[in-house]
């Protein structure tokens, strides 16, 4: 279950916050393009104003956790 490194998305699942098992995003074979990641990060963010404080890395791979979950 492939996902991406991120410095700040690597110390949320140190300290506990959250689970990379829990929060693996399965992108499609084609990829993301730049837009469609904004687009859906933009989506994320709207539907959950609470979390606009969180680090912004962690937030797009929320995102795209919830756009892309794994089967």
């Given at each position: ?15 506990g ?55």
């Amino acid at each position: 279950m492939p996902w991406h490194y991120s410095g700040s998305a690597w110390h949320g699942f140190h300290d506990g916050r959250y689970s990379p098992k829990k929060y693996a995003s399965c992108l499609p074979k084609s990829g993301v393009k730049g837009q469609q990641a904004i687009r859906v990060t933009v989506k994320f963010l709207e539907a959950n104003p609470k979390l606009l404080n969180d680090d912004a890395s962690m937030l797009i791979l929320l995102a795209l956790t919830d756009a892309f979950p794994c089967q």
